[in-house]
């Protein structure tokens, strides 16, 4: 049984072979038997609590890979919240965020990352960070083309980088952003000890394609906890080598990239042990003109399923979306 009390009646792979091809066209439309029960297994089955809410799951190709998205569509939308999750992670643990959104009237587009979730790819692995970019790239065009404006733009660590990615990589600053917002929780720079992980990863990278996950105490919802460790059949069971790889690269060129006149609001946990956020917040100090900070204290990482108390300061520091 998962946290909103459904049993599980569904594997990932048949689930996938429901998915149909992302249209508008899917709107009004009712989703196939098993996508239904997917979605309530993770309560993404909004609908009763939003006046006229349209939930559509489809597919769209980016980077070789074929993605997952998710469309929670309201009538007279004020805007469009793109939301972009965290490593391991994928749509389906992301409710609280999405529900959020939609309660201050914005439609929610996001998707599972390559290799993650329901969409394809190697689980939790990946060659270069450019191919999340194209994803994203991909994902932004949609949302620009198809949804109401302004665009929100909402990233959770990984996530988080991939948005500072696209960000930095085109100098993209007041004049030419596509958001009216960017809110990045306990986004991703450097993990928690870079230096020691750097050299275990030239040590093992000849013999090993991968490690065993460890689930770690990354917030104190002990529900959450429970869930994803025991409960959630996305969730991947192995950190790979090449992922770590691609992320050595990125900070490389995270660090050296030129700042930009632009502001971001970052959401951070003080007992955050996965990334370095001390140094993380320097880094985004220089790169960011307009870099601003909400510290969630004794937060740990997964800000996006934290306990209630410290998630509604999380929620709090997205209000307003704009």
Not at 36 to 64: C, M, P, R, W
Not at 89 to 110: A, K, P, R
Not at 206 to 234: A, G, V
């Amino acid at each position: 049984m998962n946290q909103t009390g459904v049993e599980m009646k569904w594997t990932p792979e048949q689930v996938q072979g429901q998915i149909p091809p992302l249209s508008m066209a899917l709107l009004g439309k009712d989703m196939p038997e098993l996508i239904n029960i997917y979605n309530q297994y993770y309560g993404l089955d909004l609908e009763s609590k939003f006046i006229g809410l349209q939930h559509v799951v489809g597919t769209f190709d980016a980077a070789e890979f074929t993605i997952c998205g998710h469309l929670f569509a309201l009538p007279e939308a004020k805007g469009t919240v793109l939301l972009v999750h965290g490593y391991y992670d994928h749509v389906g643990i992301y409710n609280h965020i999405i529900e959020h959104c939609l309660s201050q009237g914005f439609n929610v587009f996001t998707y599972d990352l390559p290799g993650h979730g329901l969409s394809s790819g190697e689980r939790a692995a990946i060659d270069s960070f450019r191919q999340y970019d194209h994803v994203f790239c991909a994902a932004l065009e949609w949302a620009q083309k198809e949804l109401a404006s302004p665009l929100v733009v909402i990233g959770q660590s990984t996530g988080g980088a991939v948005i500072i990615n696209y960000l930095l990589s085109r100098g993209i600053d007041k004049t030419n952003t596509p958001f009216a917002n960017i809110f990045l929780m306990a986004p991703l720079v450097r993990p928690v000890d870079w230096k020691v992980s750097k050299l275990f990863y030239y040590l093992a990278r000849p013999f090993l394609k991968q490690l065993k996950r460890e689930f770690t105490q990354n917030s104190d919802n002990l529900d959450f906890l429970s869930f994803i460790s025991t409960s959630d059949p996305l969730q991947p069971l192995f950190l790979k080598t090449n992922w770590v790889g691609a992320l050595k690269k990125w900070i490389k060129f995270i660090e050296a990239s030129q700042p930009v006149d632009l502001d971001i609001h970052v959401i951070q946990g003080t007992q955050d042990g996965t990334v370095d956020y001390r140094h993380n917040m320097l880094v985004l100090e220089d790169k960011f003109k307009g870099f601003d900070v909400t510290f969630v204290e004794q937060g740990r990482h997964h800000l996006a399923n934290e306990e209630m108390a410290k998630l509604k300061q999380v929620l709090s520091a997205m209000t307003p979306l704009v």
